[in-house]
């Protein structure tokens, strides 16, 4: 048995230091010399990259906890006509890529869009100097349509929180007199504060890793800051210095957020089988609240969703071509490959925490869980500096005797892609076998050593048919990500390799949304699967 430990051990530590590689290449890659490059940025633009940043991730977090946090009041704690099918509708624009929303809204409030053209027919305007129209391509606009999609962050936890605090607090706010207002003020709002906190520092960290939108918007950030020195200037040492960057404001963002509620611990009894202390709305406040739900579900998602359906439906003979059945199969084949390795290195990791079960055991678990929090663009920099020095080491080698230069076998094929993938969403996989296995009794394991089973024997008849379930649902999550990741795509994808978010991507920044309408429908239905598991598990708590 012993022995079985060491191979658990040695896999467990090697597997999630590789996932930590990229991260660690990208501080190691900034700390070397500053060049040229990088010193003229600093002294140039950073400024105003950094400052866009900024604004973007504060008025994108915002707004979306404007958007989310009065839809999650009026869900956990009012009874309106259809709270049950908007309990879902709700959570719906999180399938919704915001680089789609943001193409739609800017065809539709443009100059030569129809909101514009509708108004000018009607006043008479003849030109743009006749009026003022908000532009929609701007930072202002980013925020906006992040806002849309990502809103759904700031509802779900919310509303948790809201279901999950004690009746007893509730019904005697109303004994007191509390007004539903004075209520959710004193009293939900300050005992939802962590899990809106923890919402929050997700918006900000998606928000600052979101290449397709701002780059459409030419709101000059960060993230397009790495795209362009990467690409424009071929400078991966200036790369890396700005990815670092990032990188120490998502730590900050983490820290902030779990500094802000070290000392704060919550004992609240949620709603009892019967217990209903919701209110009632009725009259205007009913109608208000039905508009206001009802009107993001709208914006955020079925207009939009209605819009690329015309247009799939217009288009359909030029968007069903070979390309595009192509490079479905790409992301297929990419995503599937990304989903079995992250399972299966779930599996190791959470299976070698639970035969030891000291507390350094959970150390793999956390490093192989990093690249969750690391936005696709930085990670892709990460990812293409180990790999292009294994590269080098591998033609220097089999160059020394005498056996060819066989190429750029890591950074210049699919597994670039699967690499960033599998660091990039490891951490759902974890989680999800972790969960499953938490649920296995310790004494089945007890029971199985007594009856001389060795640890690989113990994994394969007693965890994996109780955790199939739990390792089918860690796939599909990280499949459903996979299928849907743009930036690491876009920058480590192959020459003539594309995936349907990169065919959707380059469709849509050459104004030919139509044409990317199909391929956009079909990883919004993908992205829809995940959702319809989230809520269904809410609905099996609450």
Not at 169 to 184: D, G, H, I, M, T
Not at 270 to 295: M, P, S
């Amino acid at each position: 048995m012993k022995e079985k430990h060491i191979f658990w051990q040695s896999s467990s530590w090697v597997l999630s230091l590789l996932l930590v590689l990229p991260i660690l290449a990208i501080f190691y890659t900034a700390l070397g010399d500053s060049d040229e490059v990088f010193s003229h940025l600093m002294s140039t633009v950073m400024g105003t990259y950094t400052a866009n940043t900024f604004w973007l991730v504060f008025g994108t977090s915002v707004l979306a906890l404007l958007l989310g946090l009065p839809s999650a009041w009026i869900m956990a704690m009012c009874r309106i006509p259809g709270e049950k099918t908007l309990q879902w509708a709700l959570v719906l624009p999180l399938a919704m890529p915001g680089y789609i929303v943001g193409y739609i809204y800017t065809n539709w409030f443009d100059y030569a869009g129809p909101v514009q053209i509708f108004l000018r027919d009607v006043f008479g305007w003849e030109t743009i100097h006749d009026y003022w129209f908000p532009n929609i391509r701007s930072l202002g606009g980013a925020c906006i349509v992040l806002a849309l999609v990502l809103y759904p962050y700031i509802y779900l936890l919310a509303r948790t929180a809201f279901m999950e605090q004690s009746v007893s607090l509730l019904q005697s706010a109303r004994l007191l007199r509390c007004s539903p207002w004075q209520s959710f003020r004193r009293i939900s709002l300050p005992l939802a504060r962590p899990s809106i906190a923890v919402a929050l520092s997700l918006v900000a960290m998606e928000t600052l890793g979101d290449f397709g939108t701002v780059s459409y918007f030419a709101v000059n950030t960060l993230t397009t800051a790495v795209y362009d020195t990467w690409l424009g200037y071929s400078n991966l040492n200036a790369a890396a210095k700005i990815s670092s960057l990032m990188l120490l404001v998502i730590f900050f963002l983490i820290s902030t957020e779990r500094f802000s509620r070290r000392k704060q611990k919550l004992f609240q009894q949620q709603f009892e089988h019967g217990d209903d202390v919701r209110y009632t709305l009725t009259g205007a406040k009913k109608w208000c609240a039905i508009i206001w739900c009802w009107g993001l579900v709208c914006m955020a998602f079925a207009f939009p969703l209605l819009q690329l359906g015309y247009y799939a439906w217009h288009y359909f003979a030029e968007s069903w071509t070979t390309q595009f059945l192509q490079y479905s199969l790409n992301s297929l084949s990419v995503s599937i490959i990304a989903a079995v390795v992250a399972v299966i290195l779930a599996l190791i990791v959470n299976f070698y925490r639970r035969l030891d079960g000291s507390k350094y055991t959970a150390v793999p678990m956390r490093l192989a869980s990093l690249g969750y929090a690391v936005p696709g663009t930085v990670l892709a920099i990460g990812v293409m500096i180990p790999l292009t020095s294994a590269d080098h080491l591998l033609n220097d080698f089999t160059q020394a005797y005498g056996l060819g230069r066989p190429g750029l076998i890591f950074s210049g094929t699919m597994f670039a892609i699967v690499f960033a993938f599998v660091v990039r969403f490891a951490a759902v996989a974890i989680g999800s076998v972790e969960s499953s296995l938490a649920k296995i009794s310790p004494s089945l394991d007890m029971a199985s050593k007594t009856m001389g089973y060795a640890s690989t024997a113990m994994l394969r008849r007693i965890h994996l048919p109780l955790i199939r379930r739990g390792c089918l649902i860690a796939g599909l999550l990280v499949f459903i990500e996979s299928m849907k990741e743009l930036n690491a795509a876009l920058l480590l994808r192959p020459f003539n390799f594309e995936t349907l978010a990169t065919y959707v991507f380059n469709f849509a920044s050459d104004e030919q949304l139509e044409q990317a309408a199909l391929p956009a429908i079909l990883l919004v239905i993908v992205g829809l699967i995940p959702l319809v598991m989230i809520n269904r598990s809410l609905e099996q708590k609450h």
